[in-house]
């Protein structure tokens, strides 16, 4: 029954229709509606994940090993300081490849995230960011992925080609909340930016009256030792953890991305040569391992419960695999073969695609076919100029190029539907830049 049909009935007393009705019309409608907003990142490197964190405010990461928040409204800002390892010391490898994955637990109380070190874990309290813990000793290459079990466990995977289950203690998160008490997607935003910016604030004056005094006083004797004066400055401590489980994927290479399969309690890894690993989580026995249809350049995989599919991104296309079969079920060609999906989300039965050419596309299940404009053609969102850095490599090997499209590393919806955040950059490796938008 179309929509039309229940807000017809709906005048004689018949019940509001279902969510998945309203939800079905809003996925298709609102791609023709969507109107792109940019903001400016400054000088940030390829922004390479997104979460949501409030209803104005999203939790990034890039390139270039910066975690910040950024406020839908204003445009604004704040960085949140990475964690540093206690004891491990850094890769030589680990140069440039920067923070690939966020993750907020459930009940929206904790952050999972990469570390100073890419191949180390950090975790944040929220709303107030405090630092928790650093999770070292496991992974020896980039973290790819990040996915939460429940409140209490998550995983991650890596380039080594492993995956691990971490257990995170939070003493003041653990006793249940009482009815006053407000969780991270519940608390004021604009109250929590404006904290996090006055903190910021106070770093940046408290290091330039510093820089003063020690301008000041270069040629006289300093009254106290450089112990004394780091004393004084508020560092928070957060503890060190190790993983309580790790397994390594016995045919792929490179973890790409992982997710946790709630109603089967199963763990699946996808490997970037086109490898689907699936474990039981109790003890991460391996349940079976089964082929994407593509093996070249998996980056992406999500799972929708609803309609018991995977989708796996590859360089050409969008494979939906059977989620208790893991076989495949429709192949979806990329309209930008060759530069790859980078990104996959679905909403109702439109499947989102964001490709590495800076492509939105939207591929409508129940017809069989990606959706159009009005004029027929094929319904393409483009992403904007973002910004480029010309420096060397850009100069030697790209100038010749006038525009560069920003490829879509990452896209969310909001609980909604009518708002989509995509973030991303240029898909060169070589290349220095940036992007991020709010289509609304």
């Given at each position: 029954?179309?929509?039309?049909?229940?807000?017809?009935?709906?005048?004689?007393?018949?019940?509001?229709?279902?969510?998945?009705?309203l939800l079905n019309y809003a996925s298709r409608k609102m791609p023709l509606l969507f109107d792109e907003r940019e903001y400016h990142m400054g000088t940030l490197n390829k922004v390479f994940t997104a979460q949501w964190l409030s209803?104005?405010?999203?939790?990034?990461?890039?390139?270039?090993?910066?975690?910040?928040?950024?406020?839908?409204?204003?445009?604004?800002?704040?960085?949140?300081?990475?964690?540093?390892?206690?004891?491990?010391?850094?890769?030589?490898?680990?140069?440039?490849?920067?923070?690939?994955?966020?993750?907020?637990?459930?009940?929206?109380?904790?952050?999972?995230?990469?570390?100073?070190?890419?191949?180390?874990?950090?975790?944040?309290?929220?709303?107030?960011?405090?630092?928790?813990?650093?999770?070292?000793?496991?992974?020896?290459?980039?973290?790819?992925?990040?996915?939460?079990?429940?409140?209490?466990?998550?995983?991650?995977?890596?380039?080594?080609?492993?995956?691990?289950?971490?257990?995170?203690?939070?003493?003041?998160?653990?006793?249940?909340?009482?009815?006053?008490?407000?969780?991270?997607?519940?608390?004021?935003?604009?109250?929590?930016?404006?904290?996090?910016?006055?903190?910021?604030?106070?770093?940046?004056?408290?290091?330039?009256?510093?820089?003063?005094?020690?301008?000041?006083?270069?040629?006289?004797?300093?009254?106290?030792?450089?112990?004394?004066?780091?004393?004084?400055?508020?560092?928070?401590?957060?503890?060190?953890?190790?993983?309580?489980?790790?397994?390594?994927?016995?045919?792929?290479?490179?973890?790409?991305?992982?997710?946790?399969?709630?109603?089967?309690?199963?763990?699946?890894?996808?490997?970037?040569?086109?490898?689907?690993?699936?474990?039981?989580?109790?003890?991460?026995?391996?349940?079976?391992?089964?082929?994407?249809?593509?093996?070249?350049?998996?980056?992406?995989?999500?799972?929708?419960?609803?309609?018991?599919l995977y989708a796996v991104g590859s360089q050409s296309h969008v494979s939906l695999m059977d989620m208790t079969a893991m076989k495949c079920a429709l192949n979806i060609p990329s309209k930008d073969k060759g530069t790859g999906v980078?990104?996959?989300?679905?909403?109702?039965d439109v499947v989102t695609m964001g490709t590495g050419a800076g492509s939105l596309l939207f591929y409508d299940l129940r017809a069989g076919r990606f959706m159009d404009c009005n004029c027929g053609m094929t319904l393409r969102l483009?992403?904007?100029?973002?910004?480029?850095?010309?420096?060397?490599?850009?100069?030697?090997?790209?100038?010749?190029?006038?525009?560069?499209?920003?490829?879509?590393?990452?896209?969310?919806?909001?609980?909604?539907?009518?708002?989509?955040?995509?973030?991303?950059?240029?898909?060169?490796?070589?290349?220095?830049?940036?992007?991020?938008?709010?289509?609304?």
């Amino acid at each position: 029954m179309s929509v039309l049909d229940y807000t017809q009935r709906r005048l004689y007393g018949y019940r509001a229709p279902p969510d998945k009705i309203l939800l079905n019309y809003a996925s298709r409608k609102m791609p023709l509606l969507f109107d792109e907003r940019e903001y400016h990142m400054g000088t940030l490197n390829k922004v390479f994940t997104a979460q949501w964190l409030s209803a104005n405010q999203v939790v990034c990461a890039t390139k270039c090993n910066k975690l910040f928040v950024l406020d839908l409204k204003t445009g604004k800002q704040v960085f949140i300081p990475t964690l540093q390892s206690r004891s491990s010391p850094p890769l030589g490898n680990m140069e440039h490849c920067g923070i690939h994955s966020v993750a907020i637990n459930p009940s929206g109380t904790l952050l999972a995230t990469g570390g100073e070190e890419p191949h180390n874990l950090a975790i944040y309290r929220l709303p107030s960011f405090d630092p928790l813990h650093i999770g070292e000793g496991t992974h020896t290459d980039w973290i790819f992925s990040i996915t939460w079990l429940d409140d209490k466990f998550l995983v991650t995977g890596s380039r080594d080609s492993s995956v691990a289950v971490w257990e995170v203690e939070d003493s003041i998160q653990s006793a249940k909340p009482t009815g006053t008490e407000k969780s991270c997607r519940q608390f004021d935003p604009d109250s929590c930016l404006e904290q996090l910016h006055k903190q910021q604030a106070a770093q940046e004056n408290e290091e330039e009256q510093l820089h003063n005094q020690a301008a000041q006083n270069s040629n006289v004797e300093q009254p106290h030792s450089l112990a004394d004066q780091e004393s004084s400055v508020n560092i928070p401590s957060y503890s060190t953890i190790q993983a309580v489980l790790t397994k390594k994927c016995c045919l792929g290479e490179k973890v790409r991305a992982v997710v946790y399969n709630s109603r089967s309690e199963e763990l699946v890894g996808l490997t970037s040569n086109g490898y689907l690993n699936v474990w039981n989580v109790k003890g991460l026995k391996e349940v079976c391992t089964a082929s994407a249809p593509f093996s070249r350049e998996n980056t992406s995989l999500i799972l929708d419960l609803d309609k018991r599919l995977y989708a796996v991104g590859s360089q050409s296309h969008v494979s939906l695999m059977d989620m208790t079969a893991m076989k495949c079920a429709l192949n979806i060609p990329s309209k930008d073969k060759g530069t790859g999906v980078r990104s996959i989300s679905f909403r109702g039965d439109v499947v989102t695609m964001g490709t590495g050419a800076g492509s939105l596309l939207f591929y409508d299940l129940r017809a069989g076919r990606f959706m159009d404009c009005n004029c027929g053609m094929t319904l393409r969102l483009r992403t904007g100029e973002g910004w480029l850095r010309h420096d060397e490599m850009y100069q030697e090997f790209f100038s010749d190029q006038d525009h560069f499209p920003n490829a879509v590393y990452s896209h969310l919806y909001d609980d909604t539907g009518v708002r989509l955040v995509t973030v991303g950059g240029p898909l060169p490796a070589g290349l220095w830049g940036n992007y991020a938008a709010l289509w609304s």
